[in-house]
């Protein structure tokens, strides 16, 4: 697959480096302009309030399948919308998903040591379904779907339990949701 990961952060270069180990071709674009027309798949990893500013820069973004990884912490969506993957939807008219948002970078390195695969929540539109299961596969991750993007918003609002969690003893931890039997 052709990847274009903006944003070369803790999440953007990890996930990358996940990506290109996994055998695709990743293009990383940071805050200069870049250009996503050849990609089959955009993944925005900036700062939540920054995700306006990142679409400017890209050019070739519509009818791209995107993910959002971003997180508001405590900012708010752009006004008229519930969430940041909504708000992105409506600048593509392409495929969405919201995903990597419910994880820890800092676990990433230790990611192929645990017992179990981890999961990684993502909600989104089914023509984004193939492409974003595939990318948490190889990234080392067990997608867990739930449910189309109007509930990205409450995707996005998790993140403060997972905070409490992070803060209140567990650190950067991984965590799997899966049916009694396969636990
Ligand atoms: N860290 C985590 O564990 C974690 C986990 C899940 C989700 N998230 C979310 O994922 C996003 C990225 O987090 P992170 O930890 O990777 O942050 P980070 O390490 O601070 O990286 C953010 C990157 O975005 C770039 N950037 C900022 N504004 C931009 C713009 N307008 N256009 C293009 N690139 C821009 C920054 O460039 P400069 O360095 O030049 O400023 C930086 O490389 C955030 O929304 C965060 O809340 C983080």
Do not use: C
């Not at 999440?11 to 996994?22: I, K, T």
């Not at 192929?112 to 989104?124: D, L």
């Not at 779907?145 to 567990?170: K, P, V």
């Amino acid at each position: 697959m052709k990847i274009a990961v903006v944003g070369r952060g803790n999440v953007g270069g990890g996930l990358a480096r996940f990506w290109r180990d996994a055998g695709h071709e990743v293009n990383e674009i940071g805050k200069e302009s870049g250009d996503v027309s050849g990609a089959d798949a955009v993944l925005f990893a900036v700062p939540g309030p920054a995700l306006a500013d990142a679409i400017e820069n890209v050019q070739g973004l519509e009818g791209k399948t995107t993910i959002d990884a971003t997180n508001l912490i405590g900012n708010e969506p752009p006004s008229g919308f519930q969430s940041n993957a909504e708000f992105l939807k409506s600048k593509t008219n392409g495929p969405t998903a919201k995903s990597f948002n419910l994880n820890f970078a800092r676990a990433y390195e230790q990611l192929k040591n645990t017992r179990a695969r981890p999961s990684n929540i993502w909600t989104g539109d089914e023509e984004a379904r193939a492409v974003v299961e595939q990318l948490n596969r190889d990234a080392g991750y067990e997608p867990v779907y739930a449910g189309g993007l109007e509930n990205a918003r409450a995707q996005e609002a998790m993140l403060g339990m997972f905070f409490a969690i992070n803060q209140n003893g567990l650190g950067p931890f991984v965590y799997r949701m899966a049916p009694p039997d396969k636990l």
